[in-house]
């Protein structure tokens, strides 16, 4: 096993340009690695602060079984006043909450007695939304 590492020092130091330009080609190799990594790392985070700020928020909270029927935007999966009571009182002692917003999603239909289509309407309390979501007042010009 010596040998192995003797043969392969003495060829390093034979072949000078060879060793330089191997050692060169694996650093590059390296950098651009860490670069991508650390650029692609941040436009994911860039993508997901977007996101978080301007319409989802960092949590939802739902009744069992919305989500898995959201597409059907279910009247009967809304929470009851007890629930959203003990969870407003949660919401309000805890610490690490800076702020919540209630929304209410429903579905629809839109006609104009010709043609009739389906519409998704959603409804904020603006003031606690845009607490909530900071980056959601700048995709509104004059709000």
């Known amino acids: 096993m010596k040998n192995i590492f003797k043969i392969a020092y003495r060829n390093l130091l034979r072949n000078h340009r060879r060793t330089l330009l191997t050692a060169s080609l694996i650093t590059l190799g390296v950098v651009f690695v860490l670069v991508y990594t650390a650029l692609s790392g941040s436009f994911k985070n860039y993508m997901i602060g977007?996101?978080?700020?301007?319409?989802?928020?960092?949590?939802?909270?739902?009744?069992?079984?919305?989500?898995?029927?959201?597409?059907?935007?279910?009247?009967?999966?809304n929470m009851n006043a007890n629930a959203l009571k003990y969870l407003e009182q949660f919401l309000n002692e805890s610490q690490y909450i800076q702020s919540y917003s209630y929304r209410i999603k429903f579905g629809g239909m839109f006609s104009n007695f010709v043609s009739t289509t389906n519409i998704r309407l959603n409804a904020i309390d603006p003031q606690k939304e845009f607490e909530t979501l900071p980056a959601l007042k700048d995709r509104f010009n004059n709000f």
């Open 50 to 77: 977007q996101i978080t700020d301007s319409s989802m928020g960092h949590i939802q909270i739902h009744k069992k079984g919305f989500v898995a029927s959201v597409e059907n935007l279910p009247l009967d999966k």
